[in-house]
Each structure stands twice: as structure tokens, then as C-alpha cells.
């Protein structure tokens, strides 16, 4: 089973102007969260470690994991509100956010909750704002010790500056993981921002000196590039007309790890030992699933049919 840990929150979407005001549509999500779904919906066995509030939306947030088929047995209920993230979207698709989370359930998991968690797990995966805010972050720091070294470690830093502004707190918990973590994918708009100036390819190599197994750097429209100690490859973006880009990211990473499972490549030895060839396939399956949901409204993430 995969364990994705981290924020659950409403995105709020500016839909249309009105004579008062606008219209706003409300969905669930958050970056794990949709880690979570898309891990889901591509047939994978997944539970959710986060804290969620018990006010109506946390409620929808739980009842929309459990519908997805996410294990919701590590959740953690508690009486702090929801998250609220309000998202507008321009003209090319790209989405802004404006977040309203002082105080809330996702910023306020304690340590104690990680004795709810199970035996065996496959693979945890972790990011986002919640890595940066405590107590939450501390607790997952806790997890990633507890962890690292018997269960394979994912990370997305996924930075989020209109959360926690203080960029030099994203820096250190990514210096923090990179000793850490066995796959680590991170958008090249999250590269330039905690590392200016440094290549896709020099990141990859750096991440692997520190002990990546597999670095990962997602460019938007130019592709993929990827490396392990003994392979590398590069994929271009798929085609696809983008309706927007909400959740392509949190897809990709759901899709990489579900093609990892898939090909008994959930280990330290198996990503090490994947060829160029091996990548090239991996990286191909995670971008044809992040082009599905580009091409959809919000973060309306593949099954696993559509990509056979």
C-alpha cells in the first residue's frame, strides 16, 4: 500500500463575473490529496495521512476519498477548519492561488497520530505546503526518519509562496529530504525558485550525489529529464490541448509511482537498476496521464483504462 501524506483542502474557482460579484465552484483538493485520488484511480492501494477538520467540508474532503477508494483509516479528525485555496486560472491555463489556511485542520497533525499507521507499507509519498508548516511538518520529519531506509521515500517539494512565503524554509526541508528520499520529481518552476541558475540535468546529478535514486525534474511544455545512478532519459511533453494545468503535477507523480509498482520497481536496488529504456517508458506513461488531465477542467485526474 502507498501512503501519501499532507494537505487536504477546498479549491474555490472563480467561474464567472456576476452584477454583484462572481461565481465560485468549490472542489476538493490539495496536492497529496490529488496524489492520493490519481494514485486511486490507476488501480493502486492508497491511504491518506493528514488531518482533516470536522466541519461540513472536511467531511466532503473524507467522503470524496473514501468514494475514490482511498483508505481514510489514517486520517486524523479534528475541530480546526478546512482550508480554503481560491483559484484563478488565465488565459494559457495556468492556475494562481490565493490561501486561507491560518489555523486549520492540514497545518495540525501531531506526532502521536503516527501510531495509527500500518505495517508494510509499499511506498510513502510526501509535499507541499505541508512539509513547511508545523506541527504537520514536524510530524511527517518524524515519518520520513522512522521510515527511510526500510520503505522507499517520495517527495514533490511542490512550493507553495503564498502559504509559507519564507523561501528559505522550502529551501531547507528540500536539503533535509535530499538525503532522504529514494524518488524525488520537482518541477523546474519549483528548481529556479529554491536553486536559481542550476540545469535540470546538474539538479539530477547533484540530487543522486546526495543519495536520490531517482531525480526527476517535470519542464512544463519541454518535457521530462530523469536520471538514476546508471540511466537517464529525456520525454517530450505530450500533446494536448490544455483546458488548464490544475493537478497535472500531483498526476504525473501518481502515474510514475503506479508505473513503478507495476514493474516491481518499489525498492532502492530496483530504481537503481532501472535502464534508459526502463525511464523513457515511465516517464512516457506519468506524461500521457498529466496530458489527460491537463485537457480536463480542475484536477480530473485518468483511471488507469484510459491509459491502456
Not at 490507476?42 to 495521512?49: E, Y
Not at 529551501?171 to 538525503?179: A, E, F, G, R, Y
Not at 503535477?249 to 532501472?274: C, I, K, N, Y
Request: proline share 5%.
Amino acid at each position: 500500500m502507498f501512503l501519501v501524506c499532507g494537505e487536504a483542502l477546498m479549491d474555490v474557482f472563480a467561474v464567472d463575473g456576476t452584477a454583484a460579484g462572481m461565481t465560485l465552484d468549490a472542489h476538493v483538493g490539495g496536492s497529496p490529496f490529488n496524489t492520493a485520488v490519481g494514485l486511486a484511480r490507476l488501480a493502486q492501494p492508497v491511504a491518506f495521512f493528514s488531518a482533516v477538520s470536522r466541519d461540513f467540508l472536511g467531511e466532503r474532503l473524507v467522503h470524496a476519498l473514501a468514494a475514490e477508494g482511498v483508505d481514510t483509516s489514517t486520517v486524523q479528525r479534528i475541530d480546526a477548519p478546512t482550508t480554503l485555496g481560491l483559484v484563478g486560472v488565465d488565459a494559457r491555463g495556468v492556475p494562481s492561488y490565493s490561501f486561507y489556511g491560518q489555523g486549520c485542520a492540514d497545518r495540525l497533525l501531531a506526532i502521536d497520530a503516527l501510531a495509527s499507521l500500518p505495517q508494510g507499507l509499499r511506498a510513502i509519498h510526501l509535499g507541499s505546503f505541508a512539509t513547511v508548516v508545523d506541527p504537520t511538518a514536524s510530524t511527517l520529519r518524524a515519518l520520513v526518519e522512522r521510515e527511510h531506509g526500510r520503505t522507499l521515500i517520495a517527495y514533490d517539494p511542490n512550493i507553495r509562496l503564498n502559504v509559507e512565503p519564507d523561501l528559505a524554509r522550502w529551501k531547507d526541508m528540500l536539503q533535509w529530504m535530499l538525503t532522504r528520499t529514494d524518488l524525488l520529481k520537482i518541477s523546474e518552476e519549483d528548481l529556479q525558485l529554491l536553486l536559481p541558475g542550476v540545469a535540470p540535468e546538474e539538479f539530477t546529478r547533484q540530487a543522486l550525489d546526495r543519495g536520490v535514486k531517482l531525480a526527476v525534474v517535470t519542464r512544463g511544455g519541454e518535457g521530462v529529464v530523469a536520471c538514476t545512478p546508471n540511466a537517464s532519459a529525456t520525454v517530450p511533453t505530450i500533446p494536448v490541448e490544455v483546458i488548464d494545468t490544475v493537478g497535472a503535477g500531483d498526476t504525473f507523480q501518481a502515474a510514475l509511482l503506479t508505473w513503478m509498482a507495476e514493474h516491481d520497481a518499489l525498492s532502492v536496488p530496483a530504481l537503481a537498476a532501472l535502464s534508459s529504456a526502463d525511464l523513457e517508458l515511465a516517464l512516457g506513461f506519468a506524461a500521457r496521464a498529466a496530458a489527460i488531465t491537463c485537457s480536463r477542467r480542475g484536477a480530473d485526474m485518468p483511471r488507469r483504462s484510459e491509459l491502456d
